[in-house]
């Protein structure tokens, strides 16, 4: 069973940076698909970062250009760099990936616990 464990969480100031990180708890040999969600008390979920399959990145719109999805296959590790950060970034932002886990095709689905992202002055 793997396991996707977040980190980088926490109270910035509007303005500053946080990095998150997501990794999972078995050696992986890539990741065929990575995205970040957030939800905000009161909102619905949302897709704020994706790389799909064939490479491609995706963004919300109200965070392109501050915020950027990345992976790391050989430390199994997803991350998203946020910059520029607004209160209204606020919202526990969760990692979402399928991973590669066998060289006979096996694969695994699944989200990450979630880890709050509070942005104030």
């Known amino acids: 069973q793997v396991q996707l464990v977040e980190s980088g969480g926490g109270l910035v100031q509007p303005g500053g940076s946080l990095r998150l990180s997501c990794v999972a708890s078995?050696?992986?040999?890539?990741?065929?698909?990575m995205a970040w969600y957030r939800q905000a008390p009161g909102r619905q979920r949302e897709m704020v970062a994706e790389?799909?399959?064939?490479?491609?990145?995706n963004y919300l719109d109200s965070v392109k250009g501050r915020f950027t999805i990345s992976g790391d296959n050989a430390n199994n590790t997803v991350y998203l760099q946020m910059d520029s950060l607004k209160p209204e970034d606020t919202a526990v932002y969760s990692c979402?990936?399928?991973?590669?886990?066998?060289?006979?095709?096996?694969?695994?689905w699944g989200w990450g616990q979630g880890t709050q992202v509070t942005v104030s002055s």
């Open positions: 790389i799909t399959r064939d490479g491609t990145a």
């Open positions: 078995v050696r992986i040999i890539r990741f065929n698909e």
């Open positions: 979402n990936v399928e991973v590669l886990i066998g060289y006979d095709g096996t694969t695994w």
